[in-house]
C-alpha cells in the first residue's frame, strides 16, 4: 500500500506544505554546498600561509652577497711549475693573491688583528674558486681579472640586518673593525647581492656560504631513475597479471589484501627492511643511489599496482570483446588494445608514485644516505644523498644561513614535485583516448 501523507487535506494546504519542504530542502543544500565552500577556503588558507613561510624564507636563500677583487694572476706565483693542471696549481698560492687584492682594497690594514679581521670578510673557499677561474681561463695568467668571492657567513647575515651594529660587540659575532671594512667595501661598489652559484652548483660544506645541493639533487635523479627502472615494469606486469590472467580464487584475494596493505605501511618499514636484506645480508654499500632507488622502488610497487589495475579496469570490456570477436589472442588483447587505453593511467599513477618518493627522508636515513658527501655521485655505485635528506641535515646546523638555504632547498624541491605533478596531468590529457 502506498503511503499518501497529503491525502485528505485540501489541496491549497497540500501545495503549501509541498513548498515548504522544497525550500527546506534548498535551504539545506545551500548550507552543505556553503560548508564545502568553507572547507576548501580554509585549506587553501593554510596552503597560501604554508607557501608564504617556505617562500618568506626561501627566496633570500636563493641569493647571497658577493665581493667583487681585483686580481693580479701572477702566473709564477700561480702555477710555480707552468703544467696548468689541477696538481700544479695545488702547489700555487691562491691565498696570497687573494690576500693581497684584499687588503688593498682595503687601503693595506697593518698589524696583525687587522689583517686577521680582513681575512674574515671573504669565504674560506674563495681560494678554489679562484683556482677553477684559472683552470678555465689558463689565457688570463699573467693579466689582472676582477672576480667575485662569496663573502662569510656571519658577514652575509650581517648584510641582510640579521645582526645589528647597535648590539654590543661583545654579544655580536663580528667586530666593530670588520663592521668598518664592511662599510669601506660597501662605499667602493663591491658588495653585490645575486642570485647564489653555490646553491645550484656547490655541494655539501659546513660553511654556508658555499653549501650547495648539486649533488643532493644528482643523487636524487638517480635514485629515481634506479626506482622507475625497477618499480614500473613490476607494477604494470603485476597489475596485468592480477586483472587479465589470474584466476579469480583465495590466494589471489590474499595477494590483493597484501598489496593494499603494504600501500599503508609506514615508509621506514621500507627502509628497515633495506638495510637488513640489501645492506646487512647483501652486503651492498651504504648510501648509493642504487639501494636507495631499490627501497623506494619497493614502497612505491603497492601504488603503481593499485593505480595500474584501477586504469585497466577503466577499459571498456567491449573493447575486449571485439578485439577477441575478431580472432585476437588474449595476450595480442592486452598488448595491443587494454594496455595502450590504460596507459595513460598507470603513467599517472607511476609519475605521482615517483613524486611520493622523491619527498621520502625516513626509509633512506635507515639505508645511511645522511652521510656527508662532498663529491657529485658519477653513477648510481657512487655514494650520494638526496634532496630531502640534505633538507633534514641543514636543518639541524646552527648557522643562521643554513636556515635560508633549507627553506631554498624546500622551493626547489617543491619546484621538482609541482613539475612531476604537472606532467603527469599533461601526459594524461595527451595521452588518453576518449570511447
Known sequence: MTDRPYQGLDPQKAAERVAASIHLRKRKETRFVWLGKTAVAIALGFLVLLFAGILSKGIPGLFQYYVTLDLKLDAQQLDPSGQMTAESLAEGDFDGVIRSSLYQALGNPEGRKAKREARRLISSGSSQRLMNYVLDNPDQLGSTVSIQFAVDDDVDTFLRGLISRDTPEADRRISNQLIDYIDALNAQGRVSYQISDYLFFGSASRDAEMAGIRGALVGSILTLLVCIAIAFPLGVATAVYLEEMAPKNRLTEIIEI??????????????????????????????????????????????????????????????????????????????????????????????????????????????????????????????????????????????????????????????????????????????????
Open 258 to 435: 597484501n598489496i593494499n596493505n603494504l600501500a599503508a605501511v609506514p615508509s621506514v618499514v621500507f627502509g628497515i627492511m633495506g638495510l637488513a636484506i640489501f645492506i646487512v645480508a647483501f652486503g651492498m654499500p651504504r648510501s648509493i643511489p642504487l639501494v636507495g632507488g631499490i627501497v623506494l622502488a619497493l614502497m612505491t610497487l603497492p601504488t603503481i599496482i593499485i593505480s595500474s589495475r584501477a586504469a585497466i579496469r577503466a577499459v571498456p570490456p567491449s573493447i575486449r570483446d571485439a578485439a577477441l570477436g575478431v580472432g585476437a589472442s588474449k595476450m595480442q588483447t592486452i598488448m595491443h588494445h587494454v594496455l595502450p587505453l590504460a596507459m595513460p593511467g598507470m603513467l599517472t599513477g607511476t609519475i605521482i608514485g615517483m613524486a611520493q618518493a622523491l619527498g621520502e627522508t625516513a626509509p633512506l636515513l635507515m639505508i645511511g644516505m645522511v652521510a656527508f658527501i662532498v663529491d657529485v655521485p658519477g653513477g648510481v655505485t657512487d655514494p650520494g644523498t638526496v634532496l630531502p635528506v640534505q633538507i633534514f641535515m641543514w636543518a639541524d646546523f646552527a648557522e643562521r644561513m643554513f636556515i635560508q638555504k633549507t627553506s631554498a632547498a624546500i622551493i626547489v624541491l617543491l619546484a621538482f614535485l609541482i613539475s612531476m605533478n604537472a606532467a603527469a596531468i599533461l601526459l594524461r590529457k595527451k595521452l588518453e583516448r576518449r570511447w
